[in-house]
Structures are given as C-alpha cells and as structure tokens.
C-alpha cells in the first residue's frame, strides 16, 4: 500500500511504531522496521552515547530499512542529539514537542525527514510553515500527554490545514483504523499502546498482563502526575498521587527525582531547569515541576523494573479492547491484510 508517508520515508506499509520511553528500544524498533513499518527510537531515556549504541544496533539488527528517532526539542543537549542523528545517516527525526525552526532547518539540510507530533491544528500549521515534511496528530484517545479534542475531530481539521502529509495517532490498533485513517485524508497511521503490546516489547510480562486487563474506563487522564493532562492506566501510585496533599505529592516527587537524578547523572539545577521548561506557562506546583523533570523514572519504574504499584504506565485508550500479544511482524501483516478486506468489501458496496 503506498501513500505519501511510505514514498517520503521508505517503509512498505503506511504504519509508524511511536518512540515511546524505555520501551521503543532496538529491540522494539528493529522488528518493527524488519516488517516494514517505519520504528522509532525514544532517545529522552538514553544517554547520548547509549543513543549513539542503539541506532548502531537497529542498523546491525536491519538491512538497511528506515527508522528514525524521537527527539526532546526542549532538552539541554537536543543540538547534540541531532548531530548524532546527522552523523550516523537516520532517516527520521520525530519530536514529541515541536522542535524550533532553527532544529528543522539543520536536519532538513542533512537530508533528515522531520516528522513533529502535534495535538492541535494551529501547532501542525506552524512546524509546516517551518519545513516540517509531515506531521503526526495525535487525539485525545492517544498515551502519554494528551489533549481534549477526539482524533476523528483533530485529524480532518489538519489535513484540511496543511500540505505536508498527515499521520493520524491516538486509538488505532487494527485494519479498520488504517482504512478510516486514509478515509480522512491521512498518509497512515501512528500507533503506541498497539506495538507495546507486541511480544517484541521488552516490558515485562507482568507489566503487559496489567495492560491487557485493562478496561477501557481503566486508562484514565489525570494531570497529578506533572501537572499537564496525562492518558495512563490508573495504578496504585496515580491513585495515591490524587489523594495526596502537596505535602506528601512532594515528598513522592523528590524521592522519585533523586532516583532519576543517579540513574541520568543530571544535576538537581538541570532537572529543576527541564521541569520548569515543561510548565508551558502552566501554574504547576513544586511537586509537579519534580515530577515533570523525573517523568522518566516513573515509566522506568513500570516499563522496565515492571513495578506497576509505583510507576507510570502510560497508554491509548485502544488498550481496553487489545487481547493479545503478537510479534511485530504478525502484528503490521495482520493490520494491512484487514485493511485490504475491508478496502474490498467498501470496494463492492
């Protein structure tokens, strides 16, 4: 199936794996590029240098396929991580904040294909008018951080704004999906939640059985965790976190932030700094500052020590009706050979 995304990035099927922290490793990426979707590294968990490491091994794990990586346009050391992406020949830059003009203009002369993720149409407008080559929408439906508007409302809204080819995030899990995605106008699809649940994905199988019993009213938005509207399961800990007074929501976010703190090596003034640049104008307390900068320590917590009584686990609402755990090459195969039933069946309508 060719579309614009697959003619600007290379890939076989119209499917994006999002750069989701600690779980969109090599691992992950690797099968999702070796069935012919476009993969995406999450670099704000890595290290420069791991980050170096690990386009290394999806290139070592790949024959040449497309994948790309996902950037922190706020980050302290962005300017460095782009070199890298320049220096070791990635065909994708993703950014989960829409990067500067100045960002997209660099990888742009290095013939890197920007995609910035947006969750509102006057955003895909801007990083268009900016040189961005695509964008991805992602709705209310989507993991992670979130806006209010539903992708069905969102996605039309963007194509019909902007020029550049439009990926649909945010709900989409399936074959039906890709076809209602292309219906509106899309050049494909963007799915998280759908490739963690992957037996790919190195989550433990303890954090996955979480998810997989998940309800659809169990994947929840709350903004106690940074402040912002945040789509994850309700554990034990964002429940807490809600019952909590500031006092003790500090208390939660400064032991949490001194353990992000040994694991990043990064100063107190460096997190203090990255949380303060994630308020986005926002009155968030002390408390939710921490929180914002140690984000990551929370996934980690989930994701790879498979503590889901005191971590984050971040998730589409497709979670709740997701049942099984394919790899990623049955998974995408499975995708296109339902869309190409359903584009038949519509076909003979």
């Not at 994708?92 to 910035?116: H, Y």
């Not at 921490?290 to 320590?297: K, R």
Request: glycine share 10%; net charge positive.
């Amino acid at each position: 199936m060719q579309t614009a995304l697959t003619r600007l990035v290379g890939v076989r099927h119209p499917i994006v794996q999002t750069g989701m922290g600690w779980v969109a490793g090599p691992r992950l990426v690797s099968a999702t590029a070796n069935a012919g979707a476009l993969g995406i590294l999450a670099s704000a968990t890595m290290t420069p240098q791991q980050l170096r490491d690990a386009v290394r091994e999806v290139r070592s794990r790949t024959d040449g396929a497309p994948f790309g990586v996902n950037l922190r346009a706020d980050a302290g050391d962005a300017r460095e991580r782009v070199r890298i992406i320049v220096e070791e020949g990635v065909r994708v830059a993703s950014f989960a904040l829409a990067p500067s003009r100045e960002l997209i203009a660099e990888l742009k002369d290095a013939g890197v294909v920007v995609i910035p993720s947006v969750g509102a149409r006057r955003h895909a407008e801007k990083v268009a008018a900016w040189g961005a080559d695509a964008v991805v929408v992602q709705g209310g439906e989507g993991g992670g951080h979130t806006g209010e508007v539903a992708t069905t409302v969102l996605l039309p809204q963007v194509v019909d704004a902007v020029d550049i080819p439009v990926v649909a995030a945010g709900g989409f899990h399936d074959g039906r999906g890709l076809v209602a995605a292309l219906a509106f106008g899309a050049a494909g699809v963007a799915m998280g939640t759908r490739f963690l649940l992957t037996s790919d994905s190195t989550v433990p199988d303890a954090v996955k059985a979480r998810y997989l019993a998940a309800t659809v009213k169990e994947v929840t938005v709350t903004r106690a965790v940074d402040g912002l509207p945040h789509r994850m399961l309700r554990t034990e800990f964002v429940s807490a976190l809600e019952a909590s007074g500031r006092a003790r929501a500090l208390l939660h976010a400064v032991r949490h932030a001194a353990g992000f703190r040994r694991l990043s090596g990064l100063t107190w003034r460096r997190m203090v700094h990255d949380g303060l640049a994630l308020r986005h104008g926002k009155d968030l307390t002390w408390s939710q500052v921490l929180l914002a900068a140690n984000t990551p320590m929370l996934l980690r917590s989930a994701m790879v020590d498979g503590r889901t009584d005191l971590g984050v686990m971040a998730a589409g609402q497709v979670a709740g009706v997701i049942d099984d755990l394919p790899s990623c090459a049955e998974l995408v195969e499975r995708i296109m050979k339902e869309a190409d039933d359903v584009r038949e069946r519509l076909g003979g309508a």
